[in-house]
């Protein structure tokens, strides 16, 4: 039986998960969990990137405990984000974090000289302040001069295993730098921020296979041999590919620290409609596209319930949301006051205060006012991403740590009047194993896997609720075009 691990980090905490396959069934395990995080260094808010390799190693160490000695290994992480590494094969510093703040204005500066329509033609990719387009055009260019590789925070970590440097498309994609046309870096964009095309490694598709870890490591650490294959290093390619959809009008919503939610495209859509409702179309595996909307989502949950002191648990926070009653205020959600604020219950407070609203106080009617309006945003957005496709959504899968949140699903099955389908939970780190078993030939191709995932693991399905909450959408977009008047 082959052993898959899938190496997921995310903004709060890095995992190693087990994948087998047996009896026609996909079963997944936790081996070990640790803490990520950035920090103030410098000026800055810094990841701690030498902490994550240290603790991928201390995880393989658990696998070989376990009597595994051979396994396939993939890495999934955030998106964006990047390390300069030096001619010596070093990295220069530590990476600056997304949530730094000195990208503030980047894109109004960067777009002063090449209009917004001009680089989503290009690129078909969102503004956003943190994109990687804008943390290089305010990057030191002393440190721009001096690398000799930029690697997303994935293929760095690879490279650093294996000593093969790679970029991965799934993940290259969100730097808003590649172009769609020509499927390479936009020499164009690239000269706008004093970069070169020779300074990021090749480019390469999911499932390919980067090489063994190198052979110093082992006498470091008590580690299997381990084969590292490049899956879908983004997080959110890899939560698509392990989302069970089936047919043509399905959409996902991978629902974590960040939400994405989207469809998955044979072809980009980067017109003028999708332009303006700043969709992206970030690549995914096996020659798709996700064309998807980018969502503050369970960040602002995660801070509130941090700022409670962690005394409840979000199953304890979801029972109390569930005693109050939905949608006393409205929230734009995507608000940039909400990226990272000093304190975020203060500031979802203050928004209430300055729109003339409820202002939740307790746990519960915060929790309450997090999950009803995450809901409305979620069907807001499906109603435009209708609208631009063309046709109805029939299905929309929830994969990730929302998909436990049976008060927002429900909601947004009813709002959004779709067939809500919850789970996996883990879709990010199934994900991750189903390429690395394609690409071992275990599973024929992703369709196939995504048949083996709904066989192995408990889906729970939504339907409307048919005149629940009467014309409430409409009130919600209807305040979202003038947030500063008082809610009608």
Request: proline residues 3%.
């Amino acid at each position: 039986m082959k052993a898959y691990i899938a190496v997921d980090i995310g903004a709060s905490s890095g995992r190693l998960m087990l994948g087998e396959q047996e009896n026609g069934r996909l079963s997944l395990k936790e081996v070990y969990r640790f803490k990520n995080g950035f920090s103030k260094e410098d000026g800055h808010d810094r990841w701690n990137i030498d902490h994550l390799i240290h603790e991928i190693f201390k995880g393989l160490e658990k696998v070989k405990q376990m009597g595994i000695n051979d396994v396939k290994l993939g890495i999934d992480t955030w998106a964006v984000d990047y390390v300069l590494v030096g001619m010596d094969g070093k990295k220069l510093e530590d990476p600056i974090s997304y949530r730094d703040k000195r990208t503030h204005n980047a894109i109004q500066k960067l777009t002063s000289q090449l209009p917004k329509e001009y680089i989503y033609e290009k690129t078909g990719i969102q503004f956003q302040d943190f994109n990687t387009l804008y943390q290089l055009y305010t990057e030191n260019r002393g440190l721009l001069a001096k690398a000799d590789k930029i690697m997303m925070i994935p293929d760095y970590i690879g490279y650093v295993l294996t000593g093969n440097a790679v970029t991965e498309v799934t993940n290259a994609s969100t730097t808003q730098m590649l172009n769609l046309r020509v499927g390479l870096f936009d020499k164009d964009l690239l000269a706008e921020v004093n970069v070169s095309e020779e300074q990021f490694p090749h480019l390469v598709e999911s499932g390919t296979v980067l090489g063994n870890v190198s052979y110093h490591w082992h006498q470091k650490y008590d580690i299997p041999n381990v084969e590292v294959i490049t899956v879908a290093t983004h997080d959110t390619a890899s939560a698509v590919v392990g989302t069970p959809g089936v047919g043509d009008r399905w959409a996902f919503l991978s629902s974590g620290t960040w939400s994405l939610l989207g469809s998955e495209l044979n072809v980009p859509e980067n017109g003028l409609q999708a332009f303006h409702e700043n969709y992206t179309n970030e690549w995914g595996a096996y020659g798709t596209y996700r064309f998807l909307k980018n969502i503050m989502g369970l960040w602002i949950a995660q801070c509130v319930r941090h700022e409670l002191g962690d005394e409840y648990s979000f199953d304890d926070l979801a029972d109390m949301a569930e005693k109050v009653k939905p949608f006393e205020q409205f929230i734009d959600i995507n608000d940039e006051r909400f990226v990272n604020p000093e304190n975020m219950i203060n500031e979802l407070q203050s928004y209430c205060k300055e729109t003339n609203q409820k202002v939740p106080e307790t746990p519960g009617e915060l929790f309450q006012a997090i999950y009803s309006n995450l809901s409305l945003f979620y069907a807001n957005e499906l109603s435009k991403l209708d609208e631009i496709l063309g046709y109805h959504i029939d299905t929309l899968n929830i994969v990730g740590g929302g998909s436990n949140v049976g008060l927002m699903n429900q909601l947004t099955s009813t709002l959004a009047n779709v067939k809500v389908v919850a789970g996996p939970g883990e879709a990010t780190a199934i994900g991750n194993i189903m390429v690395q078993m394609i690409a071992s030939d275990e599973v024929e191709n992703v369709h196939a896997g995504r048949r083996l995932i709904a066989k192995s693991f408990d889906l729970k399905k939504y339907q409307p609720e048919t005149n629940k909450f009467g014309n409430i959408l409409k009130q919600y977009q209807k305040f979202i075009q003038n947030p500063v008047k008082e809610m009608v």
